[in-house]
T-cell receptor
C-alpha cells in the first residue's frame, strides 16, 4: 500500500546498545513526525521535520536521541546507549504540507531494551 | 502535566447503542482537535477533527462536539458496531512559528462494543 511504513516492526536490544529505527513516509509528504508511545499512555511528540530539516526537536528526551531525514523522504531515529526506559512503541507520521493538520501514522516499531 | 485528559480508560457499549467518549484539555491555545482510532499492532488512524471555531462536526456515524468554555470535547458514535471496538485517542494541536502541528494526545479510552 501507499501508507507510512516503519522498519523493523520489533526490535529487541540490550541496555547500552545503539539502535536505528526507520520510517518511510507517504510519497510526497513533506512533513514527518516521530512520536513515542509508552505502555498505557498516548503517543508523545519527539521531533518534526519539514523537508530535510528538523523544525522542532523539543520533544527529544535527551541527547541520546537523534533523528535525520537527509533527502527529505526517509527518516531514521537513532538512539545511543539505550536504557530500559527507552522501551516503547515508536510511531512515525507524515502529512502532506506545512499547513496540513491531518497526520497519517505508520504501524510503529516496538523497541524492547533488556 | 497532562494537557489532554481522557479520564475513562475503558467503556463498554451494546451494539446499536450510542458510544460517548470524553476528553478534557487545559491549554486554551489549542486550536484544532482530532480523534484517532487504534487497533492492536497498528498505528493510529484518523477518525474526525474539529476546529476551535466550531462546536460540532459530523461525519456519518461519528460526531465530535466541542465546548470551549468547559475545555471539553466528546466523540459520539451512533449506532455503535462491533468493528468500532478499539482504543480511541483524543489529540489537540496548536500551530507554532516553526510550522509544527504537533499533537498532544490523551491516554486513550478502550471501547468495547458488545454484539
Amino acid at each position: 500500500g501507499a501508507g507510512v511504513s516503519q522498519t523493523p516492526s520489533n526490535k529487541v536490544t540490550e541496555k547500552g546498545k545503539y539502535v536505528e529505527l526507520r520510517c518511510d513516509p507517504i510519497s510526497g509528504h513533506t512533513a514527518l513526525y516521530w512520536y513515542r508511545q509508552s505502555l498505557g499512555q498516548g503517543p508523545e511528540f519527539l521531533i518534526y521535520f519539514q523537508g530535510t530539516g528538523a523544525a522542532d526537536d523539543s520533544g527529544l528526551p535527551n541527547d541520546r536521541f537523534f533523528a535525520v531525514r537527509p533527502e527529505g523522504s526517509v527518516s531514521t531515529l537513532k538512539i545511543q546507549r539505550t536504557e530500559r526506559g527507552d522501551s516503547a512503541v515508536y510511531l512515525c507520521a507524515s502529512s502532506s504540507s506545512r499547513t496540513s493538520n491531518e497526520q497519517f501514522f505508520g504501524p510503529g516499531t516496538r523497541l524492547t531494551v533488556l | 502535566d497532562q494537557q489532554v485528559k481522557q479520564n475513562s480508560p475503558s467503556l463498554s457499549v451494546q451494539e446499536g447503542r450510542i458510544s460517548i467518549l470524553n476528553c478534557d484539555y487545559t491549554n486554551s491555545m489549542f486550536d484544532y482537535f482530532l480523534w484517532y482510532k487504534k487497533y492492536p499492532a497498528e498505528g493510529p488512524t484518523f477518525l474526525i477533527s474539529i476546529s476551535s471555531i466550531k462546536d460540532k462536526n459530523e461525519d456519518g456515524r461519528f460526531t465530535v462536539f466541542l465546548n470551549k468554555s468547559a475545555k471539553h470535547l466528546s466523540l459520539h458514535i451512533v449506532p455503535s458496531q462491533p468493528g468500532d471496538s478499539a482504543v480511541y485517542f483524543c489529540a489537540a494541536s496548536v500551530g507554532t512559528t516553526s510550522g509544527t502541528y504537533k499533537y498532544i494526545f490523551g491516554t486513550g479510552t478502550r471501547l468495547k462494543v458488545l454484539a
